[in-house]
Nanobody
Framework: HVQLVESGGGSVQAGGSLIISCAIS????????VGWFRQAPGKEREGVAS????????NYVDAVRGRFFISQERAKNTVYLDMNSLKPEDTGMYFC??????????????????WGQGTQVTVS
């Protein structure tokens, strides 16, 4: 049984920073990648960043490149998203997900088998 649990969300003023975490437990069999997605009310779920756990390849959507940084701590089986220079348009529910993701498709929710429950990030 695989569980992904996000934490660290909250409310922050524009220009501020937050770090959210994704703790992974159980055997995510066959998973090679962890991604962060976000969803604002009335909008589709959007891929924000991903990390290939084997070689550490990182991917970012253009809207966050240079402001957000994804990383992993293998010993804790945890993936982080360090968010800086936050903007109101970054507001949304942030989800982490794990799956066996094909190269070039990291941004597609359908590539991921396991999902967390989400953590809310609000920027005002």
């Amino acid at each position: 049984h695989v569980q992904l649990v996000e934490s660290g969300g909250g409310s922050v003023q524009a220009g501020g920073s937050l770090i959210i975490s994704c703790a992974i437990s159980g055997s995510a069999s066959g998973s090679n990648s962890v991604g962060w997605f976000r969803q604002a009310p009335g909008k589709e779920r959007e891929g924000v960043a991903s990390i290939y756990r084997g070689d550490g390849t990182l991917n970012y959507v253009d809207a966050v490149r240079g402001r957000f940084f994804i990383s992993q701590e293998r010993a804790k089986n945890t993936v982080y998203l360090d968010m800086n220079s936050l903007k109101p348009e970054d507001t949304g529910m942030y989800f982490c997900a794990a799956g066996r993701v094909r190269r070039g498709n990291w941004w597609r929710p359908a590539e991921y088998n396991y999902w967390g429950q989400g953590t809310q990030v609000t920027v005002s």
